[in-house]
C-alpha cells in the first residue's frame, strides 16, 4: 500500500507586506498634509498683497440670495474713524496681542463658557481661509492659521481685510458695499457715528441694522464712539494708523 503523502506545512504570513502598506499610507497622509500646509501658506502670501476673490460662506450666501452686495477697498479708501469702531466694537486689544487675547480668554474661561473672545486676527483666518460653524477640527485649523497672519501680515493689512469681507447686512459684504447700503456715502466719507453704527451691529449683522437702529444699536453706538476716542487717545490705535507699534506710551517708553 502506497505511503500518503506528507501535508505541506502552512507557511507563515510575513509582516513586511503589512509594515509596507502602513508605511505607504503614512507617506501619502504626510504628503497630504504637507500640501495643504503649502497650499495655506501660498495664499496667506498672496493675499498679503492681493484681495481675497471670496470665502465659501458668501459664495454659500450668493447663491442661498441670487446674490450678494460686495466691493473691495483698500486701506485709504476707508474713514479712519471706521478702523477704530471696528478695533474698539470687537478687540480693543488689538494692537496689543499677537492674535490672542489671553486676558479676554481668561475672562470667558471664569465666567464659566459664556461670551467669545474672538480677536479680529482669528475672524479673518476664519473669514478668508475656513468656513463657519463650530467645530473642533476649524478651531484648531484657527488656531494655527492666526499666527502665522499675524507673523507675515501688517496689523493695518489685517484689518484692512477684516472690513473688506465683514457682514454689514444680509448679504452685505465689506464696509464699502455696507456704507452705500445703509447710508448712500463711500467708506471714505463715513462719519464717526455712522462708522460706530457699522460696527455696532457685528457679531450679529443679520438681527441688527445700522440704518434703522434699535436702542440697543444706538445704546452701543454710543459706547463705541467711546471707546474708539479712547484706543486713539492711549495709543491702541497706532498699530493701524501708522504710528509705531500701537502700544500705551507709557509700555512704549519701558521698552
Not at 494655527?144 to 472690513?163: A, F, G, N
Not at 453706538?221 to 500701537?246: M, N
Amino acid at each position: 500500500m502506497a505511503a500518503k503523502p506528507k501535508s505541506a506545512k502552512a507557511k507563515p504570513v510575513s509582516a513586511a507586506p503589512r509594515l509596507s502598506l502602513w508605511r505607504r499610507g503614512l507617506s501619502l497622509v504626510r504628503r497630504g498634509v504637507l500640501g495643504i500646509v503649502a497650499v495655506y501658506a501660498l495664499l496667506i502670501l498672496v493675499f498679503g498683497f492681493v484681495p481675497p476673490p471670496g470665502n465659501l460662506f458668501q459664495w454659500s450666501e450668493s447663491r442661498r440670495l441670487g446674490g450678494i452686495e460686495r466691493d473691495w477697498v483698500d486701506w485709504s479708501a476707508i474713514a479712519p474713524a471706521m478702523g477704530r469702531a471696528a478695533v474698539a466694537a470687537e478687540d480693543a486689544n488689538y494692537c496689543l496681542h499677537w492674535g490672542f487675547d489671553v486676558a479676554a480668554i481668561r475672562a470667558v474661561v471664569d465666567a464659566g463658557g459664556r461670551g467669545g473672545a474672538s480677536t479680529i486676527s482669528q475672524q479673518v483666518a476664519k473669514n478668508v481661509f475656513l468656513w463657519h460653524g463650530r467645530s473642533w477640527l476649524r478651531k484648531a485649523m484657527e488656531a494655527v492659521l492666526t499666527p502665522v497672519i499675524e507673523l507675515v501680515w501688517s496689523k493695518q493689512r489685517i484689518l484692512e481685510v477684516y472690513l473688506n469681507v465683514a457682514e454689514f447686512d444680509e448679504g452685505v459684504f465689506g464696509v464699502q458695499a455696507a456704507a452705500q447700503h445703509h447710508f448712500g456715502v463711500d467708506a471714505r466719507d463715513l462719519s464717526p457715528t455712522q462708522a460706530a453704527r457699522l460696527a455696532a451691529v457685528l457679531p450679529d449683522p443679520k438681527g441688527r441694522s445700522a440704518s434703522q437702529p434699535s436702542n440697543y444699536v444706538r445704546q452701543r453706538t454710543r459706547s463705541i464712539l467711546s471707546g474708539a476716542e479712547t484706543i486713539a487717545s492711549d495709543g491702541r490705535a497706532a498699530c493701524f494708523e501708522g504710528k509705531g507699534r500701537g502700544l500705551p506710551p507709557a509700555q512704549e517708553a519701558k521698552d
